[in-house]
């Protein structure tokens, strides 16, 4: 079993920042990307950011240029720098990790969701 312990979400206003981590323990022998996903109200889940083992970023078109993802594969953390924060960026926030454990089943796992709410 994976942990994701997520935190860092909360209020904020339109222009502000905010700083996400969500940390990845348990039965975890490597992690090859974890990221960012987010669902708002009525609509669906949709990637934010990811980042690979090897630093390797993607992010979606909405967010480029205003969200960084930074990893510390030493503490199997992922981090979501959010600034110039609008409110259509409101939504749950949830991390996703996908690698392998210790006796190589591959696994996928979700945390449990962090809100943010970005007010006008």
């Known amino acids: 079993q994976v942990q994701l312990v997520e935190s860092g979400g909360g209020l904020v206003q339109a222009g502000g920042s905010l700083r996400l981590s969500c940390a990845a323990s348990?039965?975890?022998?490597?992690?090859?990307?974890m990221g960012w996903y987010r669902q708002a109200p009525g609509k669906q889940r949709e990637l934010v950011a990811t980042?690979?083992?090897?630093?390797?970023?993607s992010f979606a078109d909405s967010v480029k240029g205003r969200f960084t993802i930074s990893r510390d594969n030493a503490k199997n953390t992922v981090y979501l720098q959010m600034s110039s924060l609008k409110p259509e960026d409101t939504a749950v926030y949830y991390c996703?990790?996908?690698?392998?454990?210790?006796?190589?089943?591959?696994?996928?796992?979700w945390g449990q969701g962090t809100q943010v709410t970005v007010s006008s």
């Open positions: 996703n990790a996908n690698g392998w454990a210790y006796s190589s089943i591959r696994f996928n796992y």
């Open positions: 348990g039965n975890i022998f490597s992690i090859a990307a």
């Open positions: 980042i690979t083992s090897g630093g390797r970023t």
